[in-house]
C-alpha cells in the first residue's frame, strides 16, 4: 500500500510515498530512499520501494528538497550534507509512525544518494543497515574526470563570477543537467546521462527539469562522503557497482569498497550507471532486499 506522505525537515516541507506490506504484523523495519543528482521520485525509486513492500519492509520515498514534490529554495540546487540532515528528519519521521520498528531502520541511495548513505552510515547509529548504489565516492576526482583539464580553470572562474554576482543580490547561475552536445557544457556531461534523464522524464517524471544551479556543481567539487566509509562498520553495508560505470565512477567505487570494514558484501552488476535502474533493475533490486532482509527483519 503506498500513501501521499510530508514531513517538516526544520522549516523545509518534504513530500514522498510511504509504502507499508499488505497484511503485515503491527511494527514492521523500514528503509529511507531519496534519489541522486537531480532526479525526482518517479525516475523509478517507486519500483525499488514495491519490491521492498512485498518483502515485508516499509519504505519511505521522499524528493530532496528544491527537486519535485519537495519544497525548498533555491530550486534546482543541490547542497549534498543538506540532503544528509534531510535523509536525519527522515529517518525520525518514519521512526515515530506507530507501524514502523524504530530499531530497524535501513538506508538505501544511489549515485549521488549512493554517497550520502556511506555518510550516513558513519554518522547515524540508528541506521542498522547500508546500501549503496552506483555511489558517488569523491567529488573532487569524479570532477576531474568529467571536466577536461582546459574547462577546468575557466570553470573555476565562472564559480567566483557567480559568488560575486549573488553577494551583490543576484540570482543564482543556472547549467544544464544534461546536454546532446559531445563536449557540451552540463553538470553530467555523458552521453549515456543525457539518454537516460531526457527518456525516463518523457516517460515517467515529465515534472523534471534539466538545470541545476552552478553552485550546486561547486559544491560537488568539494564533497568527498568515501573518507566516511571506514567509519560505517559494524553497521552492514552492501555496495552495488556496475562495472562500466562511467559516471561515478566504477574504479573509485571499488576502492572506497576495499577500504570498507566488515560486515559488507559487493554486488557487481554489468553495464553502466544507469543500468541500474533499468537493464539491471532485477539484478540491483534483489540484491537490495535480500540485504535488508537479512539485516532488518531477524
Wanted: aromatic share 10%.
Amino acid at each position: 500500500m503506498r500513501r501521499d506522505i510530508e514531513f517538516n525537515a526544520e522549516g523545509v516541507v518534504l513530500r514522498g510515498w510511504l509504502y507499508t506490506p499488505e497484511g503485515a504484523p503491527s511494527r514492521v523495519p523500514g528503509v529511507v530512499m531519496a534519489h541522486g543528482f537531480s532526479a525526482v521520485k518517479e525516475m523509478y525509486l517507486d519500483r525499488y520501494a514495491e519490491i521492498f513492500s512485498a518483502a515485508g519492509l516499509a519504505a519511505l520515498v521522499f524528493d530532496n528538497r528544491n527537486f519535485g514534490a519537495s519544497d525548498g529554495e533555491p530550486r534546482d540546487e543541490i547542497d549534498p550534507w543538506q540532503q544528509v540532515r534531510d535523509y536525519r528528519h527522515a529517518i525520525t519521521w518514519l521512526g515515530r509512525q506507530p507501524r514502523i520498528d524504530r530499531e530497524r531502520i535501513g538506508v538505501w541511495g544511489s549515485s549521488y544518494s549512493g554517497g550520502h548513505v556511506l555518510v550516513l552510515g558513519a554518522i547515524d547509529r540508528r541506521i542498522k543497515c547500508v546500501v549503496s548504489q552506483v555511489p558517488l565516492v569523491s567529488g573532487s576526482r569524479n570532477l576531474a574526470r568529467l571536466v577536461r583539464a582546459d574547462i577546468a580553470a575557466p570553470l573555476r572562474a565562472q564559480f567566483d563570477a557567480d559568488r560575486e554576482a549573488r553577494f551583490a543580490g543576484g540570482a543564482p547561475a543556472m547549467v544544464p543537467v544534461v546536454t546532446s552536445e559531445a563536449g557540451g557544457a552540463a553538470a553530467l556531461p555523458t552521453a549515456d546521462s543525457w539518454e537516460w534523464f531526457t527518456q525516463t522524464a518523457s516517460t515517467r517524471a515529465p515534472a523534471w527539469r534539466n538545470q541545476v544551479t552552478l553552485r550546486t556543481v561547486e559544491m560537488l567539487g568539494e564533497y568527498e562522503p568515501g573518507s566516511y566509509i571506514e567509519r560505517i562498520s559494524p553497521t552492514p553495508l552492501l555496495m552495488v557497482v556496475a562495472v562500466g560505470d562511467h559516471l561515478a565512477v566504477a574504479d573509485e567505487a571499488f576502492a572506497a569498497y576495499n577500504r570498507a570494514l566488515e560486515p559488507k558484501r559487493l554486488v557487481i552488476l554489468n553495464g553502466g550507471h544507469f543500468d541500474a535502474y533499468v537493464k539491471a533493475f532485477e539484478h540491483s533490486s534483489s540484491a537490495a532486499r535480500d540485504w535488508f532482509v537479512e539485516h532488518l527483519r531477524q
